[in-house]
């Protein structure tokens, strides 16, 4: 529990309209911190390696029932491993406050160069957080980056400038460099029902700047937030924000996306999409456009396309007019399902098709792949169990040509599918040995009656494969597995 306090941030509340643009700051003097639209800012020790970072909100810390921690393991020549690692929590040295029951640190994960100092920086939600005598207020931490890696080290506290009873606050993140006026990365949060975009001055480490505001939209359509990705849809070379989640009011439960595009003047709405509320983005067809990619696990049935047991959209980004003269991912969207000619499977209501995604280059050949987590799949009689995909990028776009999915039961996978596994709840792509070819992290957060382990795939020529493929938890690395929920967030 926090105490109460005017938030350390200039706030300033506005609504995003459509052709409204966020008001650009003021020019930044010195060097900028090589932060750029496409980068995946998840180095955090500057050792040119992407590194991983891995969520336990359920975890207790110093007896405390979710109160929750992160995991960091440090990429290198022989890939990802637990011998180069740690647990960060609220009781690391450091860290503002200290862990309390519920407050769910490691619920939600982004990763950037906040201070433009060259080393990507971890924020991590507490959506559970209470600042009192708010409940369930929440909060973000931010831990820098450095030559050592993550630590504790003169972290920051970021929270709404007006906390509000069940606001949870840092319940989705996503950082990226947004304007060409600013070194570093800026900082996207979402709460209940609004986001707030947060920047520091260079080479400084307090008293970020903020501006809240409303989720963009079309009038009538009011999106509850649930996730955020990041992409230079429409190559200007800044990145483009996409807050993603589920319509409320008299439709309720669709997934609908605002797509807001990084420009000179800041960050504009300028349409929204239908698809989510899981999104992730890469340039799937290799044509220098970041694409976007939806999921929406339980999707009814829209425009007459069968989406039993979740769908998966994919919007090009282009420079060209989309509908409405939409720019960026403003293209028709072309949906995937178990449906779909090629796909492995066959859908069924509960799959949970399109619950999380990552998009990455599994076999370095250019053309970002696509993972889709099913966490709700069963596998034979064990509901729930799980399974994963990963479907693949080409000249023309996403295919199903070369398609594969993996559960426990396949070959090479170690474990068994068991009952509520919810194996693929998360999924992420990563090259964590630099070797052009990202290799697969799923996540099984239900696995052990909900500690949670993660599942290692490696990549090669063919792309990902369950050979050799091995497991872990956060034992390696001193984190209580008891209900932990490991691996319920992976960044992306």
Do not use: C
């Not at 637990?82 to 490691?106: H, I, K, Y």
């Not at 996306?257 to 890469?282: C, T």
């Not at 509960?350 to 709700?376: F, H, K, M, R």
Request: aromatic share 6%; charged share 20%; glycine share 20%.
């Amino acid at each position: 529990m926090r105490t109460h306090r005017p938030a350390a941030v200039a706030a300033a509340s506005f609504l995003l309209m459509a052709g409204a643009a966020v008001a650009a700051p003021s020019a930044y003097a010195g060097t900028p911190g090589g932060t750029h639209a496409g980068d995946r800012n998840t180095d955090f020790n500057g050792d040119g390696y992407e590194d991983v970072l891995i969520g336990a909100p359920g975890g207790t810390i110093g007896g405390e029932k979710g109160a929750g921690y992160v995991t960091v393991q440090y990429g290198g020549p022989g890939g990802v491993g637990t011998t180069r690692g740690a647990v960060l929590s609220q009781n690391t040295t450091g860290v503002p406050g200290s862990a309390e029951a519920g407050d769910g640190f490691g619920r939600a994960l982004a990763t950037g160069d906040l201070d433009g100092d060259g080393y990507d920086d971890a924020v991590v939600g507490l959506p559970g957080e209470n600042i009192e005598p708010v409940a369930d207020a929440g909060g973000a931490v931010v831990l820098w980056g450095s030559a050592q890696g993550l630590s504790g080290a003169d972290s920051d506290w970021l929270q709404t400038a007006e906390p509000v009873t069940g606001g949870r606050f840092g319940s989705a993140l996503a950082a990226a460099h947004f304007s060409p006026d600013i070194p570093g990365d800026q900082l996207a949060v979402t709460d209940r029902t609004d986001f707030t975009l947060f920047q520091y001055d260079p080479g400084t480490r307090r008293n970020a700047t903020s501006s809240i505001s409303h989720i963009p939209g079309t009038p009538g359509r009011e999106i509850a937030p649930r996730a955020l990705t990041t992409g230079d849809y429409d190559g200007n070379g800044l990145a483009d924000l996409v807050i993603s989640g589920v319509t409320v009011g008299d439709e309720p439960g669709h997934g609908w996306s605002a797509v807001l595009l990084g420009e000179v003047q800041g960050l504009r709405y300028d349409h929204d999409l239908r698809g989510g509320p899981a999104v992730a983005s890469g340039d799937i067809d290799k044509d220098g456009y970041d694409d976007l990619v939806t999921g929406e696990p339980s999707s009814p049935d829209d425009g007459g396309e069968s989406m039993t047991g979740g769908a998966v959209g994919v919007y090009y980004g282009s420079t060209g007019d989309g509908p409405v003269g939409a720019e960026g991912p403003g293209t028709p969207p072309v949906w995937w399902t178990q449906d779909t000619t090629g796909v492995p499977g066959s859908p069924e209501a509960g799959d949970g098709w399109g619950a999380d995604l990552s998009v990455a280059d599994t076999d370095g050949d250019g053309y970002a792949d696509v993972a889709v987590g099913a966490p709700g799949e069963d596998i034979g009689a064990v509901a729930d169990a799980g399974a994963v995909w990963v479907l693949r990028g080409a000249a023309g776009g996403l295919t199903a040509t070369g398609a594969a999915s993996w559960d426990q039961n396949s070959a090479d996978v170690p474990g068994v599918p068991e009952k509520g596994d919810r194996w693929g709840g998360q999924v992420r792509l990563t090259d964590p040995d630099k070797d052009g070819r990202s290799g697969l992290l799923t996540a099984a957060p239900g696995e052990n009656a909900g500690d949670g382990v993660v599942w290692v795939f490696s990549a090669g020529a063919g792309g990902v494969t369950p050979a050799g493929s091995w497991t872990f938890d956060a034992r390696p690395f001193g984190g209580a597995t008891t209900g932990a929920g490991y691996g319920a967030t992976i960044d992306e």
